[in-house]
């Protein structure tokens, strides 16, 4: 199964499991034709909405956060101790920064896989952008890939005139580059390419 870009499909292994097995005996997995079971991405919303059922409570989502009370805020993910091939431009790239020490902080950072639509699944198609693909047919087997521990150590080792490069180029893709590429364009982009100014 294809995933969009800077996203995967999580495949189940289950040993020795029976012909039998059906999505509907397998809740929060999806099953090909031909028998591969691969997880849903929207396994853990289930059970928050079951567990919010019970206790007569909301949650409210944000990309793949969910808010319940107002008061707590959770995102239920994977972590993933290698660095997809998505991961390591920042390795291959030329560069004055980040410097040795950094980079081998950031190769042993890894990645969590968080539930999440991708921008050309099903649910935000639009024929006139965007081709359909075989992976837009089933979003709810995506999941994101979240370089936020990488992501931490890049801003938290920024310049001065860095961060306030990072702080404008900010403005500018939520004023600007959102309403031309929808969220394609993202922060890690934007850590990126403010480093080597």
Known sequence: MSAPPQCCCLQCVLPNYPDSLTESTLPGNHMEDQGRVFLKNNLHE?????????????????GPSRTIHEEVDMVRA?????????????FRRPKPWPGPELLTQLKDSGVFLVPSAHIESTTHWDP?????????????????????????????????????VYIV????????????????????????????A
Do not use: A
């Open 128 to 164: 006139r952008k965007h081709p359909r693909n075989n992976s837009s047919t089933k979003p709810l087997t995506n999941w994101r890939l979240s370089t936020n521990l990488m992501e931490r150590l890049l801003v938290s080792d920024l310049t001065l005139p860095q961060m306030k």
């Open 46 to 62: 289930i059970h928050i909405k079951r567990t919010c059922d019970e206790r007569f409570s909301d949650f409210v989502q944000h």
């Open 78 to 90: 994977f972590y993933y101790s290698k660095l997809p091939e998505d991961c390591i431009y920042i």
């Open 169 to 196: 180029m900010k403005m500018i893709r939520k004023e600007f580059c959102k309403l031309l590429v929808g969220d394609r364009f993202g922060t890690f982009h934007l850590k990126l390419r403010c480093c080597v």
